[in-house]
């Protein structure tokens, strides 16, 4: 799905293998319960690239990380952070929602409870995180990805969900 798409013949074709298994499989079984689910959804972007904004990138210290694509974790420049920020929202503000670490944490949006005590080093000055079809890379790849994850959209955050109980037959 990434290579081709959540709306892809391919992905249609994995979708309909993986589904013919799953009714093979339940078929055999007696008094069971069989839950299917991922760790997260997928969505169809955009890519865009920070080689084409050289400005921007310039002003970071390190390429970005964590999920460089549609959750980047983004290191500034000292004394570049306000400019950083205002030139960011400019390009890219309609398509992803700009934290500061400190709004990271205060949202709970890595989780609840005890986190690693290393946990606050590896969110940047700032955690981009996609609301939009936009995935921003580093540069161009020979392999585009087009199914994404990790963003903040409805297709990203809702996790697939199947539950088949066979009964004593």
Do not use: W
Request: charged content about 25%; overall charge negative; glycine content about 8%.
């Amino acid at each position: 799905m990434h290579g081709y798409g959540v709306k892809s013949e391919q992905a249609h074709e994995q979708i309909l293998l993986i589904n013919k298994a799953v009714e093979r499989l339940c078929k055999s079984l007696k008094n069971s319960l069989v839950i299917i689910t991922a760790d997260h959804g997928l969505c169809d972007s955009v890519n865009v690239y920070l080689e084409d904004y050289p400005e921007l990138y310039a002003k970071l210290k390190i390429p970005p990380s964590i999920e460089p694509s549609r959750a980047l974790s983004l290191f500034v420049k000292d004394g570049m952070k306000d400019n950083f920020r205002n030139e960011f929202i400019k390009l890219f503000g309609n398509d992803f929602r700009l934290m500061t670490k400190e709004e990271v944490f205060a949202e709970n949006l890595l989780g609840f409870g005890k986190l690693h005590p290393r946990t606050y080093d590896f969110v940047g000055d700032f955690l981009a995180i996609a609301t939009g079809n936009k995935s921003l890379f580093i540069e161009r790849e020979e392999h585009e990805i087009v199914g994404v994850h990790a963003g903040l959209t409805e297709d990203e955050m809702t996790v697939p969900f199947i539950a088949i109980e066979r009964a004593g037959i």
